[in-house]
């Protein structure tokens, strides 16, 4: 069983910069990918970077290209997300996910990772 805790959430102005940590334990032989999904008031949660661990394949929400950057240690058993140039839209929750070996091929959606961290909230004001 995977288990996952998020830090590093916190407040920033815009234009500022965070770099998120998740802390995975049991991922080495479990685990497929790994991904980041944050979850903004009355909104869905919405999928932010992927990073496959086969390939070292990253892949990237269309509002986040080019200024978020999802990567991990030597051992895979800690997963970051580096935030640069942050809006305001880019305020939430954001959770760490991981998918299992067992699924045949995962897309940066919640419905294809299996377990999910707490959380750790980010605020970005203007």
């Known amino acids: 069983q995977v288990q996952l805790v998020e830090s590093g959430g916190g407040s920033v102005q815009a234009g500022g910069s965070l770099r998120l940590s998740c802390a995975a334990a049991?991922?080495?032989?479990?685990?497929?990918?790994m991904g980041w999904f944050r979850q903004a008031p009355g909104k869905e949660r919405e999928g932010v970077a992927l990073l496959l661990f086969t390939t070292d394949e990253t892949i990237y929400a269309d509002s986040v290209k080019g200024r978020f950057t999802i990567s991990h240690g030597n051992a895979k058993n800690t997963i970051y997300l580096q935030m640069n140039s942050l809006k305001p839209e880019d305020t939430g929750n954001y959770y760490c996910?991981?998918?299992?070996?067992?699924?045949?091929?995962?897309?940066?959606?919640?419905?294809?990772?299996?377990?999910w961290g707490q959380g750790t909230q980010v605020s970005v004001s203007s």
């Open positions: 049991g991922v080495t032989y479990s685990t497929k990918g």
């Open positions: 996910a991981a998918a299992g070996t067992w699924r045949p091929y995962i897309l940066l959606r919640p419905r294809d990772f299996d377990s």
